[in-house]
């Protein structure tokens, strides 16, 4: 069965402090590995996607197959970078959302 | 490029009725794929649907439906409604480039269903 994992539910740093949103995933076969944010009252939105290496906002994500891991850093938070993000493996066209971790950037 | 809307944005509904949200996905845009989200169980994926044929499906009963029309706007439906369906029911659209893999999914603002 296909399972993503953030063990994270709530994660304070202060800023300028390094932010590290950890992510596990169980598929089967290598799915595409996505992570989206949502700020406060916006939308949902693309963040990073592994295969593209595309990011926003000074974010990357290491993928580790050995480990199945694909976590989120970011050397230097923000406060604007407080919000949700949700790690979300793709097999298929189809996304799996884990359940998400706050990030609240203290000043 | 105006971005993916949902109609209505809050609904109340009492149990056994059935409701039905529209999305209406960025132009061009030929995927639209329906998630429920719920403080207990996240982000669920309910369907997908690509020119008018849904392609993907969640685990989801039978009670949850939807469509896809010629100008890529979809709706979703649930009939009989049950208390636990109150959800904030999201919509995404995507280009859908290549088969093989995933593009963006551009989602809307949401449906809030109060269901009491």
């Known amino acids: 069965a296909q399972r993503v994992t953030q063990p994270e539910k709530l994660l304070s740093v202060f800023k300028g402090a390094p932010v590290e949103l950890k992510c596990n995933y169980s598929?089967?076969?290598?799915?595409?590995l996505f992570w989206y944010v949502q700020y406060s009252r916006q939308r949902l939105q693309l963040l990073l996607r592994?295969?593209s290496r595309e990011s926003i906002k000074g974010f990357t994500a290491d993928l580790n197959k050995g480990e199945t891991s694909f976590h989120l850093k970011k050397p230097f938070a923000q406060e604007e970078d407080s919000a949700m993000y949700y790690c979300?493996?793709?097999?298929?066209?189809?996304?799996?959302f884990g359940s998400g971790t706050q990030l609240t950037v203290l000043p | 490029k105006a971005g993916v809307t949902q109609t209505p944005r809050y609904l109340i509904k009492t149990r056994g009725q059935q409701v039905t949200l529209s999305c209406s996905p960025i132009s061009g845009h030929r995927s639209v794929s329906w998630y429920q989200q719920t403080p207990g169980q996240g982000l669920q994926f309910l369907f997908e649907y690509f020119s008018e044929t849904q392609r993907n499906k969640g685990n989801f009963p039978g009670r949850f439906s939807g469509r896809q029309f010629s100008n890529s706007r979809s709706e979703m439906n649930v009939s009989t409604l049950e208390l636990g369906d109150s959800a904030l029911y999201l919509c995404?659209?995507?280009?859908?480039?290549?088969?093989?893999?995933?593009?963006?999914?551009?989602f809307g603002p949401g449906t809030r269903l109060t269901v009491l």
């Open positions: 995404a659209s995507s280009l859908d480039r290549a088969l093989s893999s995933t593009d963006t999914q551009y």
């Open positions: 979300a493996p793709s097999s298929a066209r189809q996304l799996t």
């Open positions: 598929y089967s076969g290598s799915p595409e």
């Open positions: 592994h295969i």
